[in-house]
Nanobody, 126 residues
């Protein structure tokens, strides 16, 4: 079974940057769409960004457009989330996940995310 491990979270001041990584083991991510999700205390889990298996198509929730960039390196079996201009409201546990059903179903909310990481905490101070 595929295992996903997120890393790169931490404590930063507002306006700072972090780069999250999601490394896979036990299988390749190259043929799968990938997504980043986040969940803040007391809030619902939110789909933040998605990327197709090829990296050709990307999606961002409006609140992070222009600040976050999702990318992937299939040769390294890793997906990234570059987060710039961080805001306190970005504070959350960030999770990566695999959507075998594909990019379109993921961004439309129809995908079952097959594999999840355990998350990495991002804390943005003001």
């Amino acid at each position: 079974q595929v295992q996903l491990v997120e890393s790169g979270g931490g404590l930063v001041q507002a306006g700072g940057s972090l780069r999250l990584s999601c490394a896979a083991s036990g299988g390749t991510l190259s043929s799968y769409a990938m997504g980043w999700f986040r969940q803040a205390p007391g809030k619902e889990r939110e789909f933040v960004a998605g990327i197709s298996w090829s990296g050709y198509s990307t999606y961002y929730v409006d609140s992070v457009k222009g600040r976050f960039t999702i990318s992937r390196d299939n040769a390294k079996n890793t997906v990234y989330l570059q987060m710039n201009s961080l805001k306190p409201e970005d504070t959350a546990v960030y999770y990566c996940a695999v959507a075998k059903s594909g990019f379109a179903s993921m961004i439309h909310g129809n995908a079952v995310m097959d594999y999840w990481g355990k998350g990495t905490l991002v804390t943005v101070s003001s």
